[in-house]
């Protein structure tokens, strides 16, 4: 087994040996995905967007999950050996590529919401459009090398319309202060997607990508 970590994120006590467990629970399961625990705080904009974001990516992954249909990652993944033997230079969401070409080559993608690890959002509007307009340039980039694009909230809306609203309507009824959040946050994914467009139509790559510098302090 191979543990991937993004560098600016921290597992929490015992997110390694669930993942490890969740792994070893099936022969079938090619990678395992964590869930990530946003520590920023709900004192403004951008501090409610990233406890949206990832509450929206865990709804979307447990509904996947629960159908054996997820084909995506996160901050930190596990993956057995054979599932992917190298990853293209030009990979821009390495986490999303690997889990689609799991699935191409008949594994299983194991989301295992057990498995936190720490991450911090953008305190910047900038540098969360920035952020998203990346991650969506590294979908269709995925779609690209693998013919597939990773299934992501984003994409469920044209793949699968009836999941998009299940995954929707889950996160407004549990949480409906967040509304206006929600409002924002389809804007600047709009935004965000128009950018992502432009940036593949003018040739702009992000494999190397500026810094978001406020999304590096973690405390232990």
Same mark, same amino acid.
């Given at each position: 087994?191979?543990?991937?970590?993004?560098?600016?994120?921290?597992?929490?006590?015992?997110?390694?040996?669930?993942?490890?467990?969740?792994?070893?629970?099936?022969?079938?399961?090619?990678?395992?995905?964590?869930?990530?625990?946003?520590?920023?705080?709900?004192?403004?904009? $951008?501090?409610?967007?990233?406890?949206?974001?990832?509450?929206?990516?865990?709804?979307?992954?447990?509904?996947?999950? =629960?159908?054996?249909?997820?084909?995506?990652?996160?901050? =930190?993944?596990?993956?057995?050996?054979?599932?992917?033997?190298?990853?293209?230079?030009?990979?821009?969401?390495?986490? &999303?590529?690997?889990?689609?070409?799991?699935?191409?080559?008949?594994?299983?993608?194991?989301?295992?919401?057990? =498995?936190? %690890?720490?991450?911090? $959002? /953008?305190?910047?509007?900038?540098?969360?459009?920035?952020?998203?307009?990346?991650?969506?340039?590294?979908?269709?980039?995925?779609?690209?090398?693998?013919?597939?694009?990773?299934? %992501?909230?984003? $994409?469920?809306?044209?793949?699968?319309?009836?999941?998009?609203?299940?995954?929707?309507?889950?996160?407004?009824?549990?949480?409906?202060? !967040?509304? /206006? !959040?929600?409002?924002?946050?389809?804007?600047?994914?709009?935004? !965000?997607?128009?950018? &992502?467009?432009?940036?593949? %139509?003018?040739?702009?790559?992000?494999?190397?990508?500026? $810094? &978001?510098?406020?999304?590096?302090?973690?405390?232990?």
């Amino acid at each position: 087994m191979l543990l991937l970590v993004s560098a600016d994120v921290l597992p929490e006590l015992g997110c390694i040996p669930a993942m490890v467990s969740a792994m070893e629970s099936d022969p079938s399961i090619g990678v395992v995905s964590s869930r990530p625990n946003p520590v920023n705080g709900n004192h403004c904009l $951008t501090g409610h967007l990233g406890h949206l974001y990832w509450r929206l990516h865990h709804e979307t992954l447990s509904l996947l999950d =629960a159908s054996n249909q997820n084909t995506h990652g996160g901050e =930190a993944i596990l993956l057995r050996r054979g599932v992917v033997n190298s990853i293209p230079p030009d990979c821009i969401n390495d986490d &999303a590529y690997i889990g689609v070409q799991a699935v191409l080559r008949g594994f299983r993608v194991k989301y295992c919401a057990e =498995a936190r %690890v720490k991450t911090r $959002t /953008p305190d910047r509007i900038t540098e969360l459009i920035e952020q998203r307009r990346r991650i969506i340039a590294g979908h269709a980039r995925v779609k690209r090398h693998t013919g597939k694009f990773p299934k %992501v909230l984003t $994409t469920l809306s044209f793949q699968d319309p009836s999941k998009f609203m299940q995954v929707l309507t889950s996160e407004l009824r549990s949480h409906p202060r !967040s509304l /206006p !959040s929600f409002l924002v946050a389809l804007y600047l994914e709009a935004v !965000s997607g128009m950018l &992502a467009i432009v940036d593949g %139509v003018a040739g702009r790559e992000h494999v190397i990508w500026n $810094t &978001a510098k406020t999304t590096k302090l973690i405390p232990d």
